[in-house]
């Protein structure tokens, strides 16, 4: 079997020391195949980290996707996918059928178009991606090796100080003070009785339809222990010039919609709009890096 692989995902290869996997990939996807009873179909656009294509379950005919994932120098990061999708068990995220582990290698229930392709307004995202987030967050059994709250923030507060000074202070000095001191509330605010299971990274792009159009289901989680409120954040972040408008409704309405607390809400989204969009400013995703950026000196202090 002959796996057209995407530009990107074959740059990522060989960025980080994995051309063997480019080599190989091919004969992981039709022995995994074959030993979940698949049939293989096409490749799918769109993954930056993994080969995906389509497949079907030759005994029950139902429709899924196959995720070969590309080696890190720390493992597959596929297995804190996959520890995140076992938990989750269909709720909120895709539901896994199979995984390996060793070989970062999984399959997933194939799901439709992305919020991204739909043209629903604003509001109505935000409904349907809090409704999918809130499905999936859940107390997690002892031992399990995710990333707390309180990390995640102080990864984040370095990341800003670090890349802020490295791309030349490309926004405003009162910009980022508001993210560390957002990071720094949020990081002493982290409690292992109130945080659960989230998603990580809840936006438009991994939010997908059900092939029936019953409903939605969020793809691609990172997987963290940390407050709900964490995932709301991410929300609030995208959409940077809509939130122009009224930016503190947005994070009311959040919490309306979700029971959880509106400050909390507010301070990772000011978290995550400064680090994403200086990242996307550093990758040349644009224009939402800039806009980010200039939603970020505009909402500095509100709250």
């Known amino acids: 079997m002959q796996l057209q692989i995407s530009d990107i995902v074959r740059r990522k290869a060989e960025a980080n020391d994995a051309v063997a ?20 179909g096409a490749v799918l656009d769109g993954g930056t980290e993994a080969l995906v294509v389509e497949v079907t379950a030759r005994s029950s005919g139902r429709l899924g996707v196959l995720k070969a994932c590309l080696p890190r120098g720390d493992g597959h990061h596929a297995a804190a996918e996959i520890a995140v999708l076992r938990l ?42 809090t409704a999918a987030a809130a499905a999936m967050w859940r107390p997690l059994p002892h031992g399990q090796p995710f990333m707390t709250g309180a990390a995640k923030g102080r990864w984040l507060a370095d990341f800003i100080g670090d890349i802020w000074e490295r791309l030349g202070r490309p926004c405003s000095e009162a910009a980022v003070v508001s993210a560390l001191e ?71 309405r959040l919490a309306a919609l979700t029971g959880r607390g509106a400050t909390a809400i507010w301070e990772w ?13 550093e990758i040349g995703l644009e224009p939402v890096g800039s806009q980010m950026l200039r939603t970020a000196e505009h909402v500095a202090g509100l709250a």
Request: proline letters at 4%.
């Open 88 to 129: 989750a068990a269909g709720d909120g995220c895709a539901e896994l059928w199979f995984a390996d582990e060793d070989s970062g290698v999984f399959v997933l229930e194939r799901l439709g178009p992305s919020l991204d392709q739909m043209a629903m307004p604003v509001d109505q995202r935000h409904q349907v991606m």
């Open 182 to 252: 957002c990071a720094e509330r949020r990081i002493a605010a982290h409690d292992d009785e109130r945080a659960v299971l989230v998603h990580g990274d809840v936006h438009q792009w991994n939010t997908l339809s059900t092939l029936d159009g019953s409903g939605f289901k969020l793809i691609d989680p990172d997987g963290l222990f940390a407050e709900p409120e964490y995932d709301l954040g991410i929300i609030m972040r995208e959409d940077p010039v809509e939130l122009l408008d009224d930016p503190l409704e947005r994070s009311r």
């Open 21 to 40: 996997w480019l080599d190989h990939v091919d004969t992981l996807v039709t022995e995994h195949a074959r030993e979940w009873d698949l049939d293989v």
């Open 269 to 281: 989204g000011v978290v995550e709009r400064v680090s994403t969009g200086l990242l996307c400013v």
